[in-house]
């Protein structure tokens, strides 16, 4: 069975970090670039981070950069996200996405295989 699972997610105060795992099982991760997402409540499921098959190209959200890092570990077949200098703001559920081909997009249409998602939750 394919499947792609995320883990890291709690809660955290502002300005604090923390670290998100996204392990897959069923298939490799070498072929697949790896989006980031997350769906606060009554929003829209939005991009967060995104890194290419090779991990030689990735793009951040502007919400986001110079906060987050993500990363890739094709040898333990998994992908991760930094995240540092929490806000409230990045209060949401946050699910990684593959997509069968070496470079990523901002379409949630283009990705084929989803996680089931890991709650954040940034407050004092």
């Known amino acids: 069975q394919l499947q792609l699972v995320e883990s890291g997610g709690g809660l955290v105060q502002p300005g604090g970090s923390l670290r998100l795992s996204c392990a897959a099982s069923g298939f490799t991760l070498d072929y697949y670039a790896i989006g980031w997402f997350r769906q606060a409540p009554g929003k829209e499921r939005e991009g967060v981070s995104c890194?290419?098959?090779?991990?030689?190209?990735?793009n951040y959200a502007d919400s986001v950069k110079g906060r987050f890092t993500i990363s890739r570990d094709n040898a333990k077949n998994t992908v991760y996200l930094q995240m540092n200098s929490l806000k409230p703001e990045d209060t949401a559920i946050y699910y990684c996405?593959?997509?069968?081909?070496?470079?990523?997009?901002?379409?949630?249409?283009?990705?084929?295989?989803w996680g089931q998602g890991t709650q954040v939750t940034v407050s004092s």
């Open positions: 996405a593959a997509r069968s081909y070496s470079y990523c997009s901002s379409r949630l249409n283009h990705y084929d295989y």
């Open positions: 890194i290419s098959s090779s991990g030689s190209i990735t």
